[in-house]
């Protein structure tokens, strides 16, 4: 039986990225991109597009059945700022679309899920530097708790029913392609506009608080390298530790004064700097790199270069 891939949550941040690449691997009338709305965009306009609402569980499945989809890729969620205003609601999209998505595996409908987690599910008790596989985890933010909730759920069914389920935490993501969808490593997009048009740019976080990130090139890569992997080598069922670089905004700006000298910063931390201090500084994705042989490509000065690149272009 062909690989047939529906993506929901198609039109944000990594779906948009995602959806072509997938496109690009698969076949486009293989892959099926929908999202609660109809957009102008590639996602829309370059192949199979359906309106669905993650939280309607017949929608999915009247999907599933109409395209008989094997894979899904669940990408509908709040993100960390935002869902820190709306909780209730971050936590009815975040956790019960995937509800939808694992009963329909447990029933024999689909055969493999791909549900990300963040480094959100970490909290201010984790060890924030090099933070293992396996470690305390006591998450302070709506979305984080949420995301470790899930992970929880995805284990549970691969044990109790079969369930095929893949995840990986996801350290902050920077691409050029999509605007930022309110997280709080958004700035580390941001900061690369705000370069290019304004030569300066305030930060929401301090000058040295470092983060996780990765580009997201590579997020993609590991995002299908996880779904491809034989089930074998998946030891790991909640969700993988998954590293690329780590900086603070000092840093960054460091590099994007290599390419444009006149480029100034400064800094006005936001409520966001609490959910920032509560998640790791670097990160051990050991477990990846064994299991499924994770690499990434990009490092930081590759990552401005390319931001810098092609967001000129665009701009």
Known sequence: ???????????????TELTAKLRATYGTDNVVASDIRKMDNDVVNNGIFEVVNALDYNQIEHLVEKYQITDVYLMAALLSATAEKNPAFAWDLNMNSLFHVLNLAKDGKIQKIFWPSSIAVFGPTTPRNNTPQYTVMEPSTVYGISKQSGERWCEYYNKKYGVDVRSIRYPGLISWTTLPGGGTTDYAVDIYYKALEDKKFTCFLSENTGLPMMYMDDAIKATISIMQAPAEKIKIRSSYNLSAVSFTPKEIAESIKKHIPEFTIDYAPDFRQAIADSWPASIDDSSARQDWGWQHDFDMERMTTTMLENLARKL
């Open 1 to 15: 039986m062909s690989t047939k891939i529906l993506i929901i949550g198609a039109c944000g941040q990594i779906g």
